[in-house]
């Protein structure tokens, strides 16, 4: 619906312009301010309204009528961070990179606590001139540090007035992480003590709360968006994503690209759905699209078999050794029976350290799920344990099942650095590829996401000491997404000129593929991650603010991208709040978009893909192209050696001929620049035989061909996943689920959990003390959506949240 060009409108002359389009609609007992919820100047021009299925016939049928569609609840997705990252305090190399000052961190989260030592602004300028924003609290809470702070959360049992106060705890830890300021002595039940810092400490932050305790309301989290770049952000960081959508459908996706037309780099989470892959959250190719990694920190509870082997695990709450103790496996931690004095085995459970506790159990060891693999989440119950690998585990239960009188011990060891091997990959972090964009590689990142101590609302745990702060320790693509949105703020400081595109090819050419022990970083398998898994690498926060090379990219590109991928007119201004005509415009491949990865997939033909590169470094540097592939494939690159002058441009084609095997395999470019000054910057390209339409996936066989070319059904729509077959028996396809969480503490709105479709993940919280839960949707006709409370869909009662563009 688009207003009238010929008058100018003020954004509540807006809103009242779409409140008379509203008013026609209404039945005689209808009211506007029981329907308008928010309406929108830049991420769209549109609006948010509760209408019946009937009204939005009706709506339609006006002219400028663009989109309409419904709500949707959105999921939400450090003391050592730092340093392990390459800040450090003291080093000389923050100071020099200004540590974010002058640059400001919109957070859409679930709010914030004020007061609270992260956000303290000692030490801190005064905030832009820029600054547009405003402060819902009152004037003595917010300040140099904490700029700006609204609530965009409607509801119609609460104070539509009430200010931006975090009640969760996620949005507090999320601001902190990207912009905390130090903290000393900041630690968790005394575990992971030190300095905290988010990681631009001179950062400003504006806070907007979008999110409650059942998850974020996809029309908030527009409005927020909205704000903050109205607001003058530089820098939008969200935790938060709804699993695999059509961009023009995608809340997200949509905000994220007016941002980035006004040059604000916006930072996501990739989502909690991993291992299996597809389950990718805002993949958009103009957002940062992080995932999660470990650290090199541990909380050490080691456990001691009688027969002398030292299994290692994990505990936050570092109390007194357990001694030489009887040790049983029960076959339920439901049902314990009597473990009375004795150290209980239970595989992966929330409710299991209360269960052992009630039961008169000593002490527990918590065995990972052969899902979670070598990730450990460690956690604080209130009894002695350990929580150990899924390999580990295995050993801990084969000598109890073996043994007549197994014992154990437990050994608090307290918090460790240095740790290896470091990063790995974490089991929960969304696999790639995109289900939109096959050949753009996905997640873009990695960065710290298990284990980070950040600012929380209050003190944690029952058993607090005199050493307890107000900090916590959890983990998810949550606080990976804070990590690379503060880091970006750091280029942000340096380079105040640089396009977002610039900004994400500094992290991601830079990045690292190897782990602390110069070995390649491995998955939760302890096999080497794919690209699929870690994106680029993993973020190097020293190297990225000078990268030499990157790859920029206009929106009008991305514009292109869109047509290409087949978008209707509609449905790409839907996206980019601007009329287009695809028939005018050049389209532009997946794999000719010059993204600073290069995806292809692989086939019996040649391909050749162009690249162009911007110098941001010094003028004069000469540049060396070198190809690193495996056997079976064949890259050549033109010009190999180029001399820059001053941030000029230069074309790159990158010519790849067929493979002689069928793989799914990684290889590098990297340009080296002969000055000692600059390192290498590394160009992802990953050749890969998944290969799908948009929206429908073909899982290959082991011979590299889809499996649809033998007969077998990969409707993604029907939940099917196709097992790859071994080469003597062909089994028929299995269908595959996903299911509630076993522990979910509540439903939205009521429903009974459900079975989710194949495509949207079993997406849970991230993992906290405190153990609360973010419930999947509900699911109505094998399609999630929300529920009323006797289980009906709410479109079945023609009354749903519905999401208006124009």
Known sequence: MQPPTNLSFTSEDLKSWYNSLLQPLLNPTGTLKSRVIHSYSTVFSGFVATLTTEEVKQLEKIDGFLKAFPDRLLPLMTTHSPAFLGLNIGSGLWEKFGMGKGVIIGVIDTGITPGHPSFDDTGMPAPPSKWKGR????????????????????????????????????????????????????????????????????????????CSE??????????????????????????????????????????????????????????????????????????????????????????????????????????????FTPIVHPPSCDDLGDVKGKIVVCVSSVAAGDNVKAAGGAAMILTNKDTQGYTILAQAFD??????????????????EKSQNATASITFKGTTLGNSPAPTIAYFSSRGPSQQTLEILKPDIVGPGVNILAAWPDQVGEFATKLTKNFNIISGTSMSTPHLSGIAALIK??????????????????????????????????????????????????????????????????????????????????????????????????????????TTSASTSNLVVNRTVTNVGTANAKYTAEVVMPKGVTVSVSPKVTTLLTRPETGRSINGAAPTTSLRTKAKLRFGVELSRYRALTTPHLLSCEQMNRLTPHLCIDDGRPASHLGYAHTWSRCLLVRRPSRSSRTPPRQRTYTAAPHLDYAPLGCTPQLQPLGRPDHTSDTTTRGQIVPPLCTHDSKSQLCTTDNRSIDDVSCHRTIITH
């Not at 819902?136 to 539509?160: H, P, T, W, Y």
């Not at 830890?173 to 039940?189: D, I, P, Q, R």
């Not at 973020?539 to 090379?549: E, F, Q, R, T, Y």
């Open 383 to 400: 009894l002695p344990a350990s929580i150990v690998n899924y390999v580990n585990g295995t050993t801990i239960l084969s000598y109890v």
């Open 135 to 210: 402060c819902e609290f009152q004037s003595s809470v917010c300040n140099r540090k904490l700029i700006g702070a609204q609530n965009f959360v409607q509801d119609i049992q609460m104070d539509d007035n009430s200010p931006p106060i975090d009640d969760e705890g996620h949005g507090t830890h999320t601001a902190s992480t990207a912009a905390g300021n130090f903290v000393s002595n900041a630690n968790m039940l005394g575990s992971g003590n030190g300095t905290a810092a988010g990681m631009s400490p001179r950062a400003h932050l504006a806070i907007y709360k979008a």
């Open 493 to 598: 400081s340096m380079h105040p000129n640089w396009s977002p595109a610039a900004i994400k090819s500094a992290m991601i050419t830079t990045s690292q593929l190897l782990d602390n022990n110069g070995n390649p970083i491995m998955d939760e398998k302890n096999n080497p991650a794919d690209h699929f898994s870690m994106g680029a690498g993993h973020v190097d926060a020293s190297k990225a603010i000078n990268p030499g090379l990157v790859y920029d990219i206009s929106p009008e590109e991305f514009i292109g991208l869109l047509c290409g991928l087949g978008y209707t007119d509609k449905q790409v201004q839907t996206i980019t709040n601007e009329k287009v005509a695809c028939k005018k415009v050049k389209k532009i491949e997946q794999t000719q978009l010059n993204y600073p990865s290069i």
């Open 214 to 323: 059942i998850g974020c309301s996809e029309s908030n989290v527009l409005a927020a968006m909205d704000a903050a770049i109205n607001d003058g952000v530089d820098i939008l960081s969200l935790s938060l994503g709804g699993g695999p959508s059509s961009f023009d459908e995608d809340s997200i996706a949509i905000g994220s690209f007016a941002a980035i037309q006004k040059g604000i780099v916006v930072s996501c989470a990739a989502g909690n759905g991993g291992p299996s892959p597809f389950l990718l959250s805002n993949a958009a190719p103009w957002i940062l699209t992080v995932g999660a990694s470990t650290m090199d920190r541990k909380f050490k509870a080691v456990v001691t078999l009688g027969d002398g082997q030292e299994i290692e695990g994990e505990s936050l709450f570092q109390t007194t050794n357990v001694p």
